[in-house]
């Protein structure tokens, strides 16, 4: 604008300006033309500033504001350009040229302060409209009056975008044809082509919005038609824009493969950047040939300054291929292609600050999220928080999702570490609910894990946080609920009355009123408050007529009834329950089954029976039919129906095989068939042809016995079946109905039937020794035994057949091996009591027989310590006594043979006598000659000794010892005659005795003095 100062220098003579300050401004308009020369547009801005705000009387001051307005437009300060382009598009211009241009730029401005403000921004909504009105009327009052002016294809297009952010696509679409088929030339043409490949867009979405999906189609593929038939020429700088905004247009109308194929499109910043540089340089060779030629350059200058303002834009603005990259895992992520989502952002995170790199972070986390893969989301939470740390309020809802993911996995502890994380992190009021939906996550989760009562600790902290929240009667639940899980009844009913109190309808977010009251019914069940159970459950009944919990309700109330000894109503409410809910598989059948176990506890079979029989008929498919043929089995048994017993049994295994009650099955059907087979009677009383089915009846228990080794050899049943094998052959050996060589014949063939598996011949083996030992063969049975040892030495026997193998090594002297059968059986059965006892207290007595009596001392009292209950353990407190006595405990062993003698019977309490006896001599021989303990031990052993040898006369062994014992009390107290009397009884009475050795001995050294035995003298007076 010089030229326009030049002309108008006469003016200075008539301003308020010096020469000195006009040149000076004259130097600050040079510079500022330079500047927009240059592309230096707030340079510009500055310079033209100055002189309007301090030289309004400046000669050129017209141009200024101009060039001011210009550039305020170049750098998107549109509303300070307004009121300049407003005062120059009047008669103060300083010609038309001046005017028509002003009044073009001042309705692009317009335009793009209503560009700036988003359509969904409902605040600043009447601005925009206001704006986008303004736009449109000052364009159309331009086109008016300037028809074939410089700017007439930009305003087409300028009016065209104001359309287009209105909405109007129709109108908007007219006048960028206008721009596309009248001005094909233009500069603007490819903007253009741009633009409206964005209205076909913005209209295919629209109707795929409004469900018209061809239209839309339609719509779309004219933009891509559009946006295809650019040259690259023409693609080269505005390409990234238009790209990206046909690709948000596919990602909105979620055509996402679509909108990767236009993201892809996208170049980086740098080709940008360089693309435009080229074309502004080839546009600034163009101006200046121009300018050479002293032609108008207005139009080239127009396009220069464009480019020139795009390119600091751009150059200022972030990365678009950033944006469009992480556009295109957004877009996988929509498709479900969580694998490329997660390669494309963790690739742009790399090349990303922190604000973008969050939202890669969000992606890969939301993918194992939406994989339920709670791990990896886990792990990829800790690296976010590692890498941008933790104060981000976008975590509190994503690591509420990762635990909820946990809990489904039941990892209750790093469940509540994800509750943890969104509970402690700050927020707005958004991510306030989410910190309450977290705290009751988390107290329901350790809920869940059984952690009652830190459950109940975090519902009531909740309740005291939120006292009006959404929760609140769920809080109440899970205490009453955890209360209860604690066996804790009074709070937990005290709850679940609050509840009802406060919320007698529910809340939003707790509708399972109708399980609250089942739950508190199961409290005064489970707290056997059966009276109440009953009144709650029919006064719900009641009033509930179509619960979907009726059926339980009717189960517990039922089971209630039961408890307290009111069967008839118990049963009416059991069946109607069965009658009215036939379609019910869960509860209904076993209200059935209550029933039978209710008469099966007051072992009334026939009722039971009935019962039973009811619940085969109505569900003869519930898997409960297995249970309810067992029992029916054991009814028959009752009544010694065993042929009804082993069709009910065999009914139940049919049922199920795989069923728990199975093993249970097959071996009472060998037992019942064996039972049928002795009601029969004594086999030789009957006839030829029932002593025949005599025969083969006891033959099918013993090959069902078999058959339940083979088919469940796992089972604690199959132990059993070793000796019912054995039990079975012995019976028809001791019957006359099979001879020794007949069963020797069964036993091999049996071991022939399963030669395929060693464990099963060991068993068999191990029968045939039990067998063996029935028929008082106890060598053979040995050498039998320890056949089947060698077969198989892992195979499973019961703790009872190892421990007889072991007593019968014992027997034999063969202690170490007799060691390993009770290690085995110690291995094999480690926790189980009923095996540990006796084992215990076999190896106890093996260690005896070695003389190894510290060790056995401490098994014969860990028998008497940790198994009292075991009454063949009690035996071993004789050993254990003579162990102390062998050690010298001499008063202990006293003590403990007292003991044994006042709580036994038999041959032990008969050998306990003789050991006290004896312990009270070896302690008088210690004691002082005539002292008070002497005196006092001496009378005790004498009585109990005395009492022994004449009472106990048949226990030889007993009696024998105790005379030897009662001579050597008479010497020790110089009864010499009494002693030789007694010493003298054992010779003669017990010849065979081992103490009878010892007794001559001591009647050789008595008679030394003159004091033989008087035979007809008692043992001692």
Request: hydrophobic fraction near 40%.
């Amino acid at each position: 604008m010089r030229f326009i100062r030049l002309i108008l220098a006469w003016f200075t003579l008539f301003t308020s300006l010096s020469f000195a300050q006009h040149e000076r401004f004259d130097e600050v308009a040079e510079q500022g033309e330079n500047a927009l020369k240059a592309g230096n547009y707030k340079r510009a801005v500055y310079c033209f500033e100055e002189i309007v705000n301090n030289a309004p009387t400046y000669v050129a001051i017209i141009g200024i504001k101009f060039d001011l307005g210009w550039g305020y437009y170049l750098v998107g300060e549109y509303l300070k350009a307004i009121p300049l382009f407003e005062e120059l598009s009047g008669p103060r211009s300083s010609g038309d040229d001046m005017r028509e241009q002003s009044r073009f730029l001042l309705a692009e401005c317009h335009a793009r302060i209503a560009g700036e403000i988003s359509e969904d921004d409902e605040e600043q909504g009447d601005k925009r409209n206001k704006e986008l009105g303004t736009a449109i009327k000052l364009h159309t009052d331009f086109q008016a009056k300037y028809p074939k002016g410089a700017n007439i294809a930009e305003s087409f297009y300028g009016r065209g975008y104001a359309y287009y952010l209105q909405g109007d696509f129709e109108k908007s679409e007219l006048d960028l044809l206008t721009v596309i088929n009248k001005y094909p030339a233009g500069a603007t043409v490819v903007d253009a082509k741009y633009l409206l490949a964005n209205v076909y867009a913005k209209r295919g979405m629209l109707n795929f919005k409004a469900d018209k999906k061809d239209e839309a189609m339609e719509n779309l593929q004219q933009a891509r038609d559009i946006f295809l038939s650019l040259t690259d020429n023409e693609r080269e700088h505005t390409a990234n824009d238009a790209a990206f905004s046909m690709a948000e247009t596919w990602f909105t109308a979620e055509k996402y493969d679509e909108a990767i194929e236009y993201f892809r499109l996208v170049e980086p910043k740098i080709t940008v950047l360089r693309a435009l540089k080229k074309k502004a340089d080839e546009v600034h060779r163009k101006v200046a040939l121009l300018m050479s030629r002293r032609e108008d350059a207005r139009e080239e200058m127009h396009r220069l300054n464009s480019l020139r303002s795009r390119y600091n834009m751009i150059s200022e603005s972030p990365d678009l291929m950033i944006g469009a990259y992480l556009r295109i895992a957004e877009s996988y992520h929509k498709l479900g292609k969580y694998d490329e989502c997660r390669i494309v952002a963790r690739h742009l995170a790399r090349h990303m600050d922190s604000s973008e790199k969050k939202q890669a972070y969000l992606l890969v986390i939301d993918t194992y999220i939406k994989q339920d893969l709670p791990e990896d989301a886990y792990t990829e939470i800790n690296n976010f928080v590692l890498d941008l740390g933790p104060d981000h309020p976008e975590l509190k809802t994503i690591s509420l999702a990762i635990g909820q993911l946990f809990m489904r996995q039941n990892d209750i502890a790093r469940a509540t570490e994800m509750f943890d994380i969104s509970t402690s992190l700050a927020g707005n009021d958004t991510e306030g609910q989410t910190e309450e939906d977290a705290r009751y996550m988390k107290f329901s989760a350790l809920y869940y894990d059984n952690q009652f009562s830190a459950s109940i600790e975090l519902a009531d902290e909740y309740i005291q946080k939120y006292p009006e929240g959404l929760y609140v009667a769920n809080a109440i639940y899970f205490k009453s609920v955890c209360y209860a899980g604690l066996q804790e009844w009074e709070p937990a009913l005290v709850a679940i009355d609050q509840l009802f109190e406060k919320f007698p309808q529910g809340t939003e977010n707790f509708t399972h009123l109708e399980e609250a009251n089942y739950h508190k019914g199961i409290v005064l069940v489970d707290s056997k408050q059966f009276d109440k159970a009953v009144d709650h459950f029919k006064a719900y009944l009641d009033r509930v007529k179509d619960g979907e919990l009726r059926p339980e309700m009717m189960y517990q109330l039922g089971v209630s009834l039961h408890e307290l000894e009111r069967p008839e109503e118990a049963n009416d409410i059991l069946r109607a329950l069965a009658k009215d809910f036939p379609n019910n598989t869960t509860v209904a059948p076993y209200s059935l089954y209550q029933i039978a176990v209710y008469h099966f506890q007051k072992q009334e079979f026939e009722e039971m029976t009935v019962a039973l029989k009811e619940l085969i008929e109505i569900f003869p498919d519930n898997p409960i039919v297995t249970d309810g043929y067992f029992f029916l089995g054991f009814g028959a048994i009752q009544n010694r129906d065993y042929d009804g017993a082993i069709e009910w049994f065999r009914k139940s295994l049919e049922s199920n095989p795989q069923h728990e009650r199975a093993p249970q099955c097959l071996l009472d059907i060998a037992s019942a068939t064996g039972e049928k087979a002795m009601a029969m009677g004594r086999p030789t009383a009957l006839s030829q042809e029932l002593q025949t089915l005599y025969k083969d009846t006891v033959l099918e228990s013993a090959k069902t016995y078999e058959d339940l080794l083979e088919q469940y050899p796992e089972s604690d049943q199959s132990l059993r079946a070793v000796t019912g094998i054995a039990s079975a052959i012995g019976t028809l050996v001791k019957q006359k109905q099979m001879t020794e060589e007949e069963a020797e014949k069964y036993f091999s063939d049996a071991s022939e039937r399963h030669r395929d598996s060693k464990e099963l011949q060991a068993q068999i083996h191990f029968s045939k020794g039990v067998f063996l030992n029935e028929m008082n063969e106890p060598d053979k049975a040995l050498t039998v035994f320890k056949k089947a040892m060698g077969i198989d030495p892992e195979a499973r026997f019961s703790a009872e057949l190892l421990l007889n193998y072991a007593i019968a090594l014992m027997e034999s002297d063969s202690l170490e091996e007799a060691v390993q059968i009770v290690d085995k059986v110690m291995d094999d059965y480690e926790g189980i009591e009923s095996a540990m006892a006796p084992a215990t207290f076999v190896m106890a007595e093996i260690k005896f027989r070695q003389k190894a009596f510290d060790l056995a001392r401490t098994l014969y009292e860990e028998v008497l310590e940790d198994y009292p209950w075991y009454e063949d353990g009690q035996t071993g407190r004789v050993k254990l006594a003579e162990i102390y006595e062998i050690n010298g405990e001499i008063a202990r062993a006293e003590g403990m043979f007292t003991e044994v003698f006042t709580q036994t019977k038999g041959e032990t309490r008969v050998s306990a006598l003789l050991a006290v006896g004896r312990c009270q001599v070896k302690i008088a021989q210690k004691a002082t000659f005539g002292s008070a303990e002497f005196k006092d031990k001496i009378k005790a052993a004498n009585g109990n000794l005395m009492r022994l040898v004449t009472m106990y006369e048949a226990y030889g062994t007993q009696a024998s010892e105790g005379l030897y014992w009662l001579g050597i009390s008479y010497e020790a107290n110089t009864d010499l005659q009494n002693a030789a009397n007694a010493y003298g009884r054992l010779v003669n009475s017990y010849p065979k005795s081992e103490w009878v050795p010892k007794a001559r001995e001591r009647l050789t050294e008595i008679g030394r003095k003159g004091i033989i035995p008087q035979t007809t003298a008692a043992a001692g007076n």
